[in-house]
């Protein structure tokens, strides 16, 4: 790769994954916030939010996973100049989040309260559980729309119009959060006390003011996308159109037989957990929390991978399809290395942030120091399935992460837990090896080379 073309790869990345990775540490940054703003009620109320959030983040993962067939073939479509057909995909997006939208508030709404049971939940959290749950996908179609739309943004080349939405969505969250999870109370700020005014509503008082971001994002998304001048779908058709739409679902369906495998997975994996006890819960679910921040700088790359690569392809440029990869895979390792070395340094610290309970403190902090050490593969296991997306291949990636969830920490954790009677970090160890298993069969499958455009010998020369 020559000097120019390096410099001129890393303005491209910089330039899509900055707003991402903003983005998502603000994201992070509140759900710290409102982690540690249950957490202050206790761990009964941490348990009760956390015990249905693995079927939250299953739902939520069939949305995203829709939204990367959009995103390979926009990203494609815009290499190639094709800007038109951008844009028909785009009003394709707006058919689907709306009825897929409608479709998951039907299925979760009479089913909400039924869940926390299924999750083997702790009877004393089940209630709170399930209003928590039931509140959450009231406003699904905002959710969708904010979800799907911020990718075909994405897809385009905009990473700041997301990134300026899902601020705004986060700043209402904590803001609700304040005046809804409490009760009115005194504070003082910069040494002059007010009465802050309060609805004493508890975890329901935290959903409601999750379930009003989400509405709030959901139509300032859309306001943004019909704004847009290079993806808005105005005056293009919302009659599903089977020549966009089929070779979107081709790339979308394995992505979607992956999310729900491996979101199910996590579904089984949490409850699990749950049934060892209140104290497992929330360590869990803070340590997720505290986990997801590291993690960052991995999903904002993916977004550039996924977005560069799609360019990349649609133009038929092979040299830069490998250097491009290259150069993500390289940045992506040193910082992934960095940031499990301040997570491994940091853990108790974190962990404290959210709960004062000991037991608590200690768990959550043992199983991060665990997963700190795991930090760079995984973060190649990301920009490898970034890369792959772009070019529209989620075929491996489903495989590899199916077989990778089920196959060792399903089967891991219910041998050495359910059977064995280990605890947290016998669970953890196994969602450890699966991260590491799946860096390795995707990182042969990326060496191979078959994947860019080319004769099967090119690849195997290159």
Same mark, same amino acid.
């Given at each position: 790769?020559?000097?120019?073309?390096?410099?001129?790869?890393?303005?491209?990345?910089?330039?899509?994954?900055?707003?991402?990775?903003?983005?998502?540490?603000?994201?992070?940054?509140?759900?710290?916030?409102?982690?540690?703003?249950?957490?202050?009620?206790?761990?009964?109320?941490?348990?009760a939010v956390g015990s249905t959030m693995t079927v939250n983040w299953m739902l939520g993962s069939v949305v995203m996973a829709l939204g990367v067939g959009f995103l390979a073939y926009i990203a494609r479509n815009m290499g190639a100049g094709r800007r038109e057909q951008a844009r028909k995909a785009s009003a394709q997006a707006v058919t689907v989040a709306v009825s897929l939208g409608l479709i998951m508030t039907a299925v979760v709404l009479p089913l909400a309260h039924r869940v926390p049971a299924w999750m083997r939940a702790d009877e004393a959290i089940r209630d709170k559980a399930g209003?928590?749950?039931?509140?959450?996908?009231?406003?699904?179609?905002?959710?969708?729309?904010?979800?799907?739309?911020?990718?075909?943004?994405?897809?385009?080349?905009?990473t700041r119009t997301p990134m300026r939405v899902n601020t705004g969505v986060n700043v209402i969250n904590v803001a609700l959060n304040f005046l809804l999870i409490y009760k009115t109370r005194e504070l003082s700020l910069l040494g002059i006390s007010f009465t802050c005014p309060g609805a004493d509503m508890g975890v329901t008082g935290a959903a409601v003011a999750s379930a009003a971001a989400f509405t709030a994002g959901g139509?300032?998304?859309?306001?943004?996308?019909?704004?847009?001048?290079?993806?808005?779908?105005?005056?293009?058709?919302?009659?599903?159109?089977?020549?966009i739409l089929g070779p979107c679902f081709r790339v979308a369906?394995?992505?979607?037989?992956?999310?729900?495998?491996?979101?199910?997975?996590?579904?089984?994996?949490?409850?699990?957990? !749950?049934?060892?006890?209140?104290?497992?819960?929330?360590a869990h679910t803070i340590a997720n929390t505290a986990?997801?921040?590291?993690?960052?700088?991995?999903?904002?790359?993916?977004?550039?991978?996924?977005?560069?690569?799609? !360019?990349?392809?649609?133009?038929?440029?092979?040299?830069?399809?490998?250097?491009?990869?290259?150069l993500l895979l390289i940045i992506e390792f040193i910082v992934m290395t960095v940031s499990g070395a301040v997570l491994l340094v940091g853990a108790e610290g974190l962990v404290a942030l959210f709960n004062?309970?000991?037991?608590?403190?200690?768990?959550?902090?043992k199983v991060l120091r665990m997963v700190a050490v795991s930090e760079p593969i995984y973060g190649i296991a990301i920009i490898i399935e970034g890369i792959f997306n772009g070019i529209g291949d989620t075929f491996h990636s489903f495989l590899f992460n199916v077989a990778g969830?089920?196959?060792?920490?399903?089967?891991?954790?219910?041998?050495?837990?359910?059977?064995?009677?280990?605890?947290?970090?016998?669970?953890?160890?196994?969602?450890?090896a699966h991260n590491v298993c799946l860096g390795i069969m995707l990182s042969i499958k990326y060496l191979r080379g078959r994947w860019r455009p080319g004769t099967n010998a090119e690849a195997k020369t290159s």
């Amino acid at each position: 790769m020559l000097a120019q073309d390096r410099k001129r790869y890393l303005k491209l990345i910089a330039h899509l994954a900055w707003p991402t990775i903003l983005e998502q540490t603000l994201s992070t940054l509140v759900s710290y916030v409102d982690t540690a703003m249950v957490g202050s009620l206790g761990k009964e109320a941490t348990a009760a939010v956390g015990s249905t959030m693995t079927v939250n983040w299953m739902l939520g993962s069939v949305v995203m996973a829709l939204g990367v067939g959009f995103l390979a073939y926009i990203a494609r479509n815009m290499g190639a100049g094709r800007r038109e057909q951008a844009r028909k995909a785009s009003a394709q997006a707006v058919t689907v989040a709306v009825s897929l939208g409608l479709i998951m508030t039907a299925v979760v709404l009479p089913l909400a309260h039924r869940v926390p049971a299924w999750m083997r939940a702790d009877e004393a959290i089940r209630d709170k559980a399930g209003k928590y749950l039931f509140i959450l996908y009231v406003p699904m179609v905002f959710r969708c729309a904010s979800i799907m739309f911020g990718t075909v943004l994405r897809a385009s080349g905009d990473t700041r119009t997301p990134m300026r939405v899902n601020t705004g969505v986060n700043v209402i969250n904590v803001a609700l959060n304040f005046l809804l999870i409490y009760k009115t109370r005194e504070l003082s700020l910069l040494g002059i006390s007010f009465t802050c005014p309060g609805a004493d509503m508890g975890v329901t008082g935290a959903a409601v003011a999750s379930a009003a971001a989400f509405t709030a994002g959901g139509i300032w998304m859309t306001v943004s996308l019909y704004k847009s001048p290079v993806i808005s779908p105005k005056g293009c058709r919302y009659r599903p159109d089977k020549t966009i739409l089929g070779p979107c679902f081709r790339v979308a369906l394995p992505s979607c037989l992956q999310r729900l495998a491996t979101s199910s997975g996590y579904v089984v994996f949490s409850s699990m957990i !749950n049934s060892i006890g209140q104290v497992s819960t929330a360590a869990h679910t803070i340590a997720n929390t505290a986990e997801s921040a590291f993690y960052i700088p991995g999903w904002g790359m993916q977004t550039a991978a996924s977005t560069l690569i799609g !360019n990349a392809y649609g133009e038929g440029d092979r040299e830069k399809l490998k250097a491009l990869s290259r150069l993500l895979l390289i940045i992506e390792f040193i910082v992934m290395t960095v940031s499990g070395a301040v997570l491994l340094v940091g853990a108790e610290g974190l962990v404290a942030l959210f709960n004062k309970d000991e037991e608590v403190i200690s768990l959550g902090s043992k199983v991060l120091r665990m997963v700190a050490v795991s930090e760079p593969i995984y973060g190649i296991a990301i920009i490898i399935e970034g890369i792959f997306n772009g070019i529209g291949d989620t075929f491996h990636s489903f495989l590899f992460n199916v077989a990778g969830m089920w196959g060792i920490r399903i089967l891991g954790t219910y041998i050495f837990v359910s059977q064995m009677g280990g605890d947290l970090t016998a669970a953890w160890g196994c969602m450890i090896a699966h991260n590491v298993c799946l860096g390795i069969m995707l990182s042969i499958k990326y060496l191979r080379g078959r994947w860019r455009p080319g004769t099967n010998a090119e690849a195997k020369t290159s």
